[in-house]
């Protein structure tokens, strides 16, 4: 098999392939460019593997004018700079000994002995510089029927790294066949080992969950996860089973995935501390859960929350509580965001000041919106 996409014929990369091939040495991409390439999917980062050591990739690419940088030579990787794109360029390697992230490893000689480091077999598909497929663990057969499966021994492969775990179940929402399941011997492995993600950092589990919750639709994959128990170890408390009836909400209205969205709908503990979100986003969930449990309308929704945080929350009721959207919310959020409040704090001064000032605008605020924005300055100051 042979790729023809753009990416293998970029002006760009075929500077960085042609600074290693012509010494003499290997230049294959590799991984998620390879993959998303024979999906048709976007291609976004470019990983280059060779045979040449990481001294000798820099040698190479600064006799051909292009800019190394060693971001991470201790393991044998070098990003070569060409045209402002930035290409990473890792020798072959193999692990010696693994401690969680902080793998002992040594370079290797061909793809194979590189492609048993990795985590999943359509993550070890290579292509060469003319876009010939190099598969040497029969991960294109595993891309094609949309199975995700562990390199070798899935064991294995999580000790190595508990975060595999999770991205075998983020993995599967993406490029999963959603009817054929996920694969029983991984699923086996990361419910056997889940309690290792206890171990991880809260940020790589945040950033991990996050992209899951963002695929097109994760509720199969969260659903694996909880039947596992491994969302019970990165969210303790968190319920999917609304999730499938959100997407299908958010397809029904032309919404697009969002996953700080979804995971508001989840439940649980406090995912801020959990997952150690941004403070935009911990705001965000606190501002949607908060208002699940609420009686206003669209409209006042619109008015209080903005359009997006409104029908954000809307959509979540919906999911939640099995209740069909009110009738043209959309409309109604749009007006009530158009609002504005005919008073200011100086039309109750010099009568009212301080806290008691405050009170009284929230109060009157409060009956403004309640009318249905109809009341009057003159009305509510009579």
């Not at 001294?55 to 004018?65: C, F, M, N, P, T």
Request: hydrophobic share 45%; net charge negative; with cysteine.
């Amino acid at each position: 098999m042979r790729l023809t996409e753009p990416w293998i014929t970029a002006p760009e990369t075929q500077a960085v392939c042609a600074a290693l091939t012509a010494a003499g040495y290997q230049a294959l991409f590799v991984g998620g460019c390879v993959r998303n390439a024979l999906l048709g999917a976007e291609v976004n980062d470019i990983d280059i593997s060779t045979d040449a050591r990481p001294e000798r990739v820099i040698e190479l690419a600064e006799a051909a004018g292009l800019k190394p940088v060693p971001t991470g030579i201790e393991h044998g990787t070098v990003t070569v700079v060409s045209g402002h794109v930035p290409h990473e360029v890792t020798t072959f390697r193999r692990d010696v000994e693994t401690f969680g992230r902080h793998a002992v490893v040594a370079y290797a000689d061909s793809a194979e002995e590189d492609a048993h480091r990795r985590d999943f077999t359509m993550n070890a598909l290579y292509a060469t510089p003319g876009g010939e497929i190099v598969d040497p663990l029969g991960g294109l057969a595993d891309l094609r029927a949309r199975r995700v499966r562990f390199i070798d021994d899935a064991e294995e492969r999580i000790k190595e790294d508990y975060l595999r775990i999770l991205r075998f179940f983020r993995f599967h929402a993406w490029y999963g066949d959603p009817e054929g399941g996920l694969d029983p011997d991984g699923l086996a492995a990361c419910a056997a080992f889940s309690a290792g993600l206890e171990t991880l950092s809260k940020e790589r589990i945040g950033a991990e969950l996050k992209k899951l919750l963002s695929a097109p639709d994760p509720a199969p994959a969260v659903a694996a996860m909880a039947q596992a128990g491994v969302l019970a170890h990165v969210l303790p408390g968190a319920d999917a089973r609304a999730l499938p009836v959100l997407v299908h909400l958010e397809r029904d209205e032309g919404v697009a995935p969002d996953g700080i969205r979804r995971l508001a709908l989840l439940g649980g503990e406090d995912p801020a501390g959990h997952l150690r979100l941004s403070r935009a986003e911990a705001r965000r969930v606190a501002t949607l859960r908060d208002g699940l449990g609420g009686g206003e309308g669209p409209a006042a929704l619109g008015y209080l929350l903005g359009e997006e945080a409104a029908r954000d929350l809307l959509l979540l009721r919906a999911a939640l509580f099995e209740t069909p959207l009110p009738q043209g919310w959309r409309v109604q959020i749009a007006h009530g965001a158009a609002q504005v409040f005919p008073l200011r704090a100086a039309d109750l001064m010099p009568g009212l000041e301080g806290p008691a000032l405050g009170a009284r605008m929230k109060e009157l605020e409060a009956r403004w919106v309640a009318s249905g924005f109809a009341l009057t300055k003159s009305q509510l100051l009579g």
